[in-house]
């Protein structure tokens, strides 16, 4: 039996090695992913960690987990099915591919992460691959030339559109509302670039073409006015859903997230939540890490209980 098993391996679950294997815990991290990073595999550059000015996204994710195999992390990669909150002495975690197909543990991290909202218009999943896309990183590079929109309004969005701005001829940022959520620098920086047009108060209503996106449907929340705006790509950035439904109902949600404060502590003794998952203000690698290491220094507390 381990003292902990840590379930993802994105920046929380990585600072949470970390932190256990200093604590000497008997630790286990399980990741369904072939690389660890989480989402910030699919950000360009982190610019605002402390202590790194500018840092590739895949090239973090692979600096946390080697720094959490030097203090000795073991991994395995496999895909959890279900978690037994009511095993004897613990906690039983139900893997899909492992050797041993059931892990025990006195005390569990779940930091799995989220994915990424759809819009939930017509043509969006009949396009995934074909013109509709979630990572502007992974697939900015296949519309050099040509025309894109991005669909959101926080810092992804940004991010995405200000990427896009050096392959794309033309890039379109559709935000719903009159003012974006991204931070004060990162919309200075779309101000700043030519080819990148914000469209205020618009909605997307329907991704139209033939094999391939041509074009979107947009309406005005204001005028009600509909247009079609030729474009070659849509890329999604209107926010995330927590990973969270194999955990239900046993654990207490928020719309979706892990109900959890800074200390990480759920309704379930033994149980934290951090990065993500968890209900927080703000989602960064930073704070990330930062739950990851409070997960671990709760988790140690309530080992020394047992």
């Known amino acids: 039996m381990y003292d902990l098993i840590i379930i993802g391996s994105g920046p929380a679950g990585l600072g949470a090695a970390i932190y256990a294997e200093q604590a000497r815990l008997n630790t286990l991290v399980i990741e369904k992913a072939a690389m660890s990073g989480g989402q910030i595999l699919l950000t360009e550059a982190v610019d605002n960690y402390p202590g790194i000015p500018s840092i590739g996204g ?3 994710g692979q600096k946390l987990r080697e720094h959490a195999e030097q203090q000795g992390a073991h991994f395995v990669t496999d895909e959890i ?3 037994d909150f009511g095993a004897d002495h613990g906690y039983a975690v139900k893997t899909l591919r492992g050797k041993k197909q059931e892990y025990q543990t006195r005390a569990l991290i779940v930091a799995a992460g989220a994915s990424h909202k759809k819009l939930g218009v017509p ?3 009949a396009y995934i691959g074909r013109g509709v896309s979630y ?3 992974c697939d900015g590079a296949f519309y050099r030339g040509l025309d894109a929109v991005v669909v959101g309004g926080g810092n992804i969005a940004a991010e995405d559109a200000l990427y896009l701005s050096r392959f794309c001829r033309s890039v379109r940022l559709i935000h719903r509302r009159d003012v974006l959520r991204a931070s004060a620098i990162l919309q200075e920086q779309l101000k700043q670039t030519e080819n990148i047009e914000i469209l205020w108060n618009t909605v997307v209503e329907e991704i139209c073409g033939g094999s391939l996106v041509e074009s979107v449907k947009l309406r005005n929340r204001e005028t009600g006015e509909n247009r079609i705006l030729p474009a070659n790509g849509v890329f999604v950035a209107v926010g995330i859903n927590a990973n969270s439904e194999i955990f239900l109902p046993e654990l207490h949600c928020e ?21 993500d ?12 890490v930062s739950d990851g290491a409070c997960a671990v220094s709760s988790a140690e507390e309530y080992l020394r209980t047992l």
């Open 58 to 60: 895949f090239e973090l």
């Open 81 to 83: 099915t279900c978690v």
């Open 123 to 125: 043509g969006e999943d």
């Open 135 to 137: 990572c502007a990183v």
């Open 255 to 275: 719309s979706g997230f892990i109900a959890a404060s800074e200390d990480c502590v759920t309704n379930i003794p033994g149980v934290f939540a951090a990065g």
């Open 277 to 288: 998952i968890r209900t927080k203000k703000l989602r960064q690698v930073v704070t990330a």
